[in-house]
């Protein structure tokens, strides 16, 4: 009886493809997750300038609104909103808030200030006035957003009537 009749043939080049298949699944799918953890990076950043410019929108609304509460500081000839304003330290505790001081505008300044500066980083910020209508620019740091070692400054920028 013949043996060789009844086992498979075999070829002599077949016995690495198995090996060679499988590192190519895996060089696949590691470009893959590479592809994906890019894109989650990618979205990460994407949403971190977005709740900035929340951020901004709803620090611009908080000023705008607490000169409609105050109009007539507001449109005053001093110009008591106006300026260029810088943010002062954001406090770790809430009992270290700065001491309300000076008149109702002054303490609107000193406020808006502080919630600059624990929602924005680095932010600063301008209100200017022509007649009865106020620009707020809230400029803050988006470096999260830079590769290289340049600064990036974002700025919301919005006008309101008083």
Not at 61 to 78: E, K, V
Not at 96 to 107: I, K, T
Not at 109 to 125: I, K, Q, S
């Amino acid at each position: 009886m013949d043996r060789s009749n009844n086992q498979p043939m075999r070829s002599r080049y077949s016995s690495g493809v198995t090996l060679i298949e499988v590192l190519v699944a895996l060089l696949v799918l590691s470009i893959g997750l590479i592809g994906v953890a890019a894109l989650q990076a990618n979205a990460l950043q994407a949403n971190h300038g977005s709740q900035m410019r929340s951020q901004a929108t709803n620090l611009a609304y908080d000023i705008a609104d607490r000169m409609r509460a105050n109009r007539q500081a507001a449109l005053s000839t001093d110009n008591d909103y106006v300026g260029d304003y810088s943010a002062i330290n954001c406090p770790s505790d809430p009992d270290n808030l700065p001491s309300p001081a000076g008149n109702l505008a002054q303490r609107d300044v000193a406020e808006w200030r502080v919630a600059l500066a624990c929602g924005m980083p680095n932010g600063r910020a301008r209100i200017t006035r022509d007649g009865d209508e106020f620009t707020i620019r809230i400029r803050w740091d988006n470096d999260r957003l830079v590769d290289d070692d340049s600064e990036e400054v974002e700025e919301f920028i919005t006008r309101t009537e008083i």
